[in-house]
Structures are given as structure tokens and as C-alpha cells.
């Protein structure tokens, strides 16, 4: 498969194809391109619809996989996990792991497959800064999706664009801004199994200043035993417009989390209550509670007509409890800043636009354990300080070779540290140092058949990804693991465009990647009640897969013919998989566990001018997936249904909604742990379960 990707990715650059010119502008012909069709003008105020329309246009600039969630497309679900807004972005894997709650498994092209908690593999950001420890940590429970106005996926290298070097690629959060927001808003829902979800907020723009607050409130009992889940979120962004040419923003972001851990379930303990939670976990009080403050500034200013420059310096401090096999207590600090330059200046009488950035990182971490009694500290086990971070630079140039056709080049250089000083020294001393460097480059080509409609794209990216401060630190060895950076080679050819009603977006993509990181949850004395998570390298693996998404659209005519009539549109994504190890001392051949090889998710919607919405959808698993690398025991696959129902009260700025999931009450288990040593692989699923709320906005 890599070789036709190399061929496929050679012809096209090296066609002569009129393209679609990676700028700001199409050019239309070549006598017009001395025009300022590349101009930047005056500032694009962050967090203003402008600014959102720049980012649906990036999207039409990638060479490869990338979505642009729209409001309206976040507002019509739930909000209350990942899943709920990204399950119908193609090649994105999301499953819960306690139905409503945030934690999640979440995969791009079989990234962070074998992470069993929190996020491996992809960059989160929030309005393109980066939301991470230094050393690429990450989970979800600080994000409010209730505050966010827009997403993009950059799927794989894709996320070039904002520095992200993961094989996940990267997912960026557009927060709700004085722009965007209204004045007055206010959301309750609720529904199974103890969910409640209540947000209020307010924004407004004030001449050059604007605001946007919010504070959300969910709780959540849970499907099983020991699931209880509580959050408190609370947003502040404020924006000035100092000139013409210059722009400052700054945001804040807070939650406290407090949340039971069931953890997970044998096959024997799934098939008979699948509502249990795993009894030691229940004994031993697991769970997780923490404070996370973020801070951000964002200046942007306009060089000239066609020059940019962002600063973007942010700070990150969280405190966190968490009784699991012992009680981890820790207070991270991380400082970095995202500096971007960007030009659209002509190059040679073509357009060109080029990025230059920069990705200064530190983190410092206070890493205590104790010996967990019932959720109480117990004995000291681990007193170190933990530090990690380093500098990336990066630059990305898209050319246009003629009008449809584009040549993309980008290259990234980082260097990145571990360094741990162990201060509890009775078990000998753990200290360690890692550095890690690499080189990435990026190609890839954008062809554009009519005026950046219908468009065929190919690329070879470099990823890396050096390994978390939590894999170097395993308890199952003295010192650091001997782990190796994994880094790959990701190629991805494609199209996406439009024709009459229909809407597609598909991607073909081979990943070879060579020391890919693995989890191993090992018990640490034989017949010990809990695992420990260790990590290794595979020596050389291969991920290949499909993502395709097919969007319809139609007038009926048929219930109304009011206002346009009544329309419906039918919306699909499908998402395929393979996993294989290639090379390595334990499972060559062999597939790699975590995912399902094929995912469809379908929604039919209906939509009646008198603000009514009514929208059945289906997820469809269709065949059972490993769950060990040894390829001895399966999860079966499932199929669910479900359906939402809004009403915009017409003249009351009030929109009823209501839902139900998993309608058929199927048993089945939504995500699983990788290669536990216990036999613990099972995380069920919510059973039947119904939702109802009210949004009031003005």
C-alpha cells in the first residue's frame, strides 16, 4: 500500500493540473494575479465571525483530512462529551467510558489505541493554543463543549498548521466570544441515570471591547455502580480591539472535577450485571478530583497588507487527587507560547502563503504517592519533581504551481526533554534525564477541479512523539522504562467537493510507524487485586484505513410549503481500520487491539418551518474487535438508535429539545482496557436512556 501512495502523492504534484491556490483567494485567471487577491488588510478580530470564516477557509487549504464543525452542528446534540459532537467526523473514533461523563477513548488513524485513560496522540488546543502538559498529557474534563462555538479536526500531519506533530493530528476548540454569543443565554437539560447539565452565560461586544462568561454545572449518577460524576466549569474571555492593526484577547478557563471510577469489568462479571463496578475499586474509594486554571493571551497584529504575526502565551496550573492502586497526588505548572508569523505575498507572480512558527514549552510537576486507604493517603511510596518541555519551530509553504494547483511544503524541528529528580530515596534513586530531538517535513498537493468546490489532495507527513513523563515513570522498574520516541510516516490521498445534493469527504491513509508506544496494565505481585499500567515500544507497525462522509440534502415540498418547505438531509460516516504489528518481539502479524475495524454512524433529518426537528440516527459496529494483543479475546460489535427531537418556539428565542439513545436497551461495551493483566477488558455502555431540556437566549 505505501508504495501506491508514493506514486499516487509524485503524479499529482507533478502534474500540471490548474489547481486551487492554498491562499487566501482563488485566482481566477492569470492576468489578474498582480491583484491583491492575498491580502490580509486590516485585523481579523479574534473571536469574530471573520475569524471564523478564515478557519472554514483553512479547511478547504489542507491537503488531507480536516472537518469544520459549525455552530449550528454542536447545538443540535447534547454537548455533553466528545462523542456527541464528533461522532459524525469520519476517521475520528470517540467512546465513552461512563456513558455522559467526559473520559473517553478517543483514536485518530489508530492513535493513543493502547492508552487506557486520557488522551494519547492528539493535540487539544483551545483557539489554537495548545491544552496539554509540556510533555504531551491531556484528558477532557476541563473542556466545556456548551461554551464552544466552533471545531476543527486536522486529522494525522494534517495538523501542520498548528505545529501538532502527533499521529492523532489535532482537534481546536473556537470558544464563544462577545462576538458570537448572545446577551443573555441559559441551558438546563437532564435525563437517565442522574444527568443534568445547566449552563448560564452571557456575551456582548461594546464598541472595541467585548466579553463572554459562563458557568456550568453538570452532575451525572451514573449507568453503574460507583460512576458518580460531578463538574463546575466556569469560562471568562475579554477582547479589545486597541487599533486597526491590533488586537489582544484573554481567556480563562476553570473546573473543578470530581469523579467515582468503576473501573472495568471480566467477561464473567459484563454478562451478568453490567451495572457493577469493579469491587476493589469500590473498597479502595477510586476516583478523581482535581482544580484546573488556564490562561491565555492571544496579540494579534498586521504587519503590512500581507503580514501577521500572533503571540500566544499561556499558563496552566492543576492540583489533582487520585486514589487509584495508590493515591497519585500532584500539582502541575506549565508555561509555554504559540508564536505564529504568517505572509501571503506573491512568490515569482503566484500566490504563496507561508507560516512560520514557534513552540516554547516547560512544565514542573510535584508527583506524590501514597498508599491508598479507602481513598486516604497512606505511607509516602513517591516524592519527585518532575520536569519536562523543550522548543519546536515549524514552517509550512503553499505555492501555487498554476490556478488549480497547489504544492504544499512544511518542516518541523523539535527538541524535547524529560527529567525527573527523585527526592524518596529508600527505594534507590529514580532521577533520570531523556532528551529526544527529530526532523519531520510535510508534501502534499491540493488540486481544485472548479473554484475550490470539488478538490483532490494528497500528502506525506512525518509525526513523533516523544514519550509521556506517566510512560518514562512506570512503577514496574527502577528509573525511567527504556522507551524510544515512536515517530511515522502517514500517507494520505483523497477528495472532498460537492455535486447537486450530495456532499462528500473521503480519505485514504497508510501509517508506518516504527516504535510505536503500547500499555500494559500488569498486576505488580502475582495475584495482586489491581494492575499497573508499564509501557514498550513495538518495533515497527502499520495503520491503513478509510474515512468517508456522505451528507444529502433535499426540499421536500411535502408537509409544508411555507418558508422554503420542509427538507430533510441524510448524513453518514464511515469509519474503517486496520491495525497490524508489523515487526515486534512479542505479537508480529498479529492485529493491533482497541478499536473496531468498521464504524457507520447515519442520521436521517427532518426539518419543518415551524421550527420542528426530528432526527433517528444509528451507530453500527458491525463485527467484534481483539481486546488483547495476543488476539485471544474479541468485544463484540453492537448496533444502537436513537432519536432527537427540537422545537424553536417561533417568537420566544426558546428551544425545547429532547432525545433518547440506545433505544433497544442493547448490552454491550462501548470501550475497553487494552491488555489488562487481570482479565479486565469490559467498560459497558449506558443502557436505555432519555434526555430533555430547555435553552432560553436573547
Avoid at 126 to 143: C, H, I, K, T, W
Avoid at 184 to 200: L, N, P, R
Amino acid at each position: 500500500m505505501k508504495s501506491v501512495f508514493k506514486f499516487v502523492v509524485a503524479v499529482v504534484a507533478t502534474s500540471s493540473i490548474v489547481s486551487s491556490v492554498a491562499a487566501q483567494q482563488t485566482v481566477r485567471d492569470s492576468s489578474r494575479q498582480g491583484r491583491d487577491t492575498t491580502r490580509l488588510g486590516d485585523i481579523t478580530v479574534f473571536g469574530s465571525r471573520a475569524e471564523l470564516k478564515e478557519s472554514r477557509e483553512d479547511i478547504r487549504r489542507q491537503p488531507g483530512g480536516a472537518a469544520f464543525l459549525e455552530p449550528a452542528v454542536l447545538r443540535a446534540t447534547r454537548q455533553a462529551n466528545l462523542k456527541d459532537v464528533l461522532q459524525f467526523v469520519p476517521g475520528v473514533y470517540v467512546a465513552p467510558r461512563f456513558g455522559a461523563a467526559d473520559e473517553s477513548q478517543i483514536s485518530v488513524r489508530g492513535s493513543g489505541l493502547r492508552d487506557n485513560y486520557h488522551s494519547r496522540g492528539i493535540s487539544i488546543l483551545v483557539n489554537g493554543m495548545p491544552y496539554r502538559n509540556a510533555d504531551g498529557f491531556s484528558d477532557f474534563e476541563s473542556l466545556e463543549l456548551m461554551t464552544t462555538e466552533a471545531m476543527q479536526v486536522y486529522k494525522g500531519g494534517n495538523a501542520f498548521r498548528f505545529g501538532g506533530a502527533t499521529l492523532g493530528g489535532a482537534i481546536n476548540l473556537e470558544t464563544k466570544t462577545g462576538y458570537t454569543a448572545d446577551a443573555v443565554d441559559a441551558t438546563a437539560q437532564g435525563g437517565s441515570y442522574g444527568f443534568f447539565k445547566g449552563q448560564a452565560s452571557s456575551g456582548a461586544a461594546i464598541g472595541n471591547f467585548d466579553y463572554y462568561a459562563s458557568y456550568t454545572r453538570t452532575t451525572l449518577e451514573g449507568y453503574r455502580n460507583w460512576s458518580e460524576q460531578g463538574r463546575d466549569r466556569a469560562n471568562l474571555h475579554l477582547g479589545l480591539v486597541l487599533s486597526p492593526k491590533i488586537d489582544v484577547r484573554t481567556f480563562y478557563l476553570f473546573a473543578h472535577v470530581k469523579e467515582e471510577l468503576p473501573g472495568s469489568l471480566t467477561a464473567a462479571e459484563f454478562a451478568a450485571d453490567p451495572t457493577v463496578a469493579n469491587a476493589g475499586n469500590v473498597t479502595q474509594k477510586w476516583g478523581r478530583d482535581y482544580d484546573l486554571h488556564h490562561v491565555g493571551v492571544q496579540l494579534r497584529t498586521q504587519l503590512s497588507a500581507t503580514q501577521r504575526l500572533e503571540i500566544s502565551p499561556y499558563y496552566q496550573y492543576r492540583d489533582i487527587d487520585h486514589p487509584i492502586f495508590e493515591v497519585i497526588n500532584q500539582q502541575s505548572r506549565d508555561l509555554g507560547a504559540e508564536v505564529r508569523y504568517e505572509s501571503t505575498a506573491m512568490l515569482g507572480g503566484r500566490v504563496n502563503r507561508f507560516t512560520l512558527g514557534a513552540q516554547p514549552t516547560t512544565e514542573s510537576m510535584d508527583n506524590h504517592q501514597y498508599v491508598n486507604n479507602a481513598g486516604q493517603h497512606g505511607a509516602l511510596t513517591k516524592d519527585q519533581t518532575d520536569h519536562a518541555g523543550g522548543v519546536a519551530v515549524y514552517a509550512e509553504n503553499a505555492f501555487a504551481l498554476s490556478q488549480r494547483a497547489s504544492l504544499i511544503t512544511g518542516l518541523r524541528w523539535e527538541r524535547q526533554t524529560r527529567r525527573t529528580e527523585d527526592h524518596f530515596l529508600s527505594n534507590g534513586d529514580q532521577s533520570d534525564t531523556r532528551v529526544f530531538t527529530a526532523v519531520l517535513p510535510r508534501l502534499g498537493v491540493l488540486v481544485d477541479f472548479d473554484g475550490n468546490r470539488n478538490q483532490l489532495f494528497a500528502n506525506v507527513t512525518r509525526s513523533f512523539e516523544p514519550p509521556l513523563l506517566l510512560e518514562l515513570n512506570s512503577l514496574a522498574v527502577p528509573g525511567y522504562v527504556k522507551l524510544n520516541a515512536q515517530d511515522a510516516w502517514q500517507y494520505e490521498v483523497g477528495t472532498r467537493g460537492r455535486l447537486n445534493a450530495w456532499v462528500w469527504d473521503v480519505s485514504l491513509y497508510d501509517v508506518e510507524l516504527n516504535n510505536e508506544l503500547l500499555n500494559q496494565n500488569v498486576p505488580p505481585f502475582p495475584g495482586a487485586p489491581f494492575t499497573i499500567p508499564t509501557f514498550r515500544n513495538a518495533t515497527k507497525s502499520r495503520h491503513s484505513g478509510i474515512e468517508a462522509g456522505i451528507t444529502w440534502n433535499t426540499i421536500l415540498n411535502a408537509l409544508s410549503h411555507r418558508d422554503g418547505g420542509d427538507a430533510m438531509s441524510l448524513q453518514v460516516s464511515y469509519t474503517y481500520g486496520h491495525y497490524t504489528f508489523i515487526t515486534d518481539s512479542l505479537n508480529s502479524g498479529k492485529e493491533i487491539p482497541g478499536a473496531p475495524h468498521h464504524v457507520v454512524h447515519a442520521a436521517l433529518r427532518y426539518v419543518h418551518p415551524a421550527g420542528v426537528t426530528i432526527t433517528p440516527s444509528m451507530e453500527w459496529v458491525p463485527g467484534s474487535y481483539f481486546v488483547n494483543s495476543a488476539n485471544t479475546v474479541s468485544n463484540a460489535g453492537w448496533t444502537t438508535f436513537g432519536l432527537r427531537a427540537e422545537w424553536a418556539i417561533p417568537g420566544a428565542n426558546v428551544i425545547a429539545f429532547a432525545s433518547g439513545e440506545n433505544l433497544g436497551d442493547k448490552k454491550y461495551s462501548g470501550s475497553v482496557q487494552v491488555d489488562d493483566g487481570n482479565s479486565r477488558y469490559f467498560e459497558p455502555a449506558n443502557g436505555r436512556s432519555f434526555y430533555a431540556g430547555l435553552r432560553v437566549a436573547h
